[in-house]
């Protein structure tokens, strides 16, 4: 049954030879170590720019902690500006209440 048929592994080319899919043609010494070279300029371009994306992010990174930092200073003071004035507040409308009780105890005749 299954003994008639046999299992191909290899691609065949249209024309009828096997290909290999990454055949490159031959090719001289001094090309490939062009290759090589313009490689590694590549390898070294793309670290260089990732090194410098990395120190731009850490620079970024800091700027925002120091935003963080003047935000928070900034909130404290206007809490702090609050309470003085809330207290200011409170110690001008008691010193009034007394007043004018001492008014209306006057007018009344009550010392």
Known sequence: MGGDREIRREKVHPHGTAQNQWMMP????EQLMAILAER???IQERDLALSEKKTVL???D???LERDAAIVERDNALLERDNVISTLRYRGNSMNSCNCLR?????VGIQ
């Open 26 to 29: 031959p090719q001289t010494m």
């Open 40 to 42: 590694d300029a590549a």
């Open 58 to 60: 850490a620079q970024r």
């Open 62 to 64: 800091l700027a925002i």
């Open 103 to 107: 008014l209306n105890r006057s007018l």
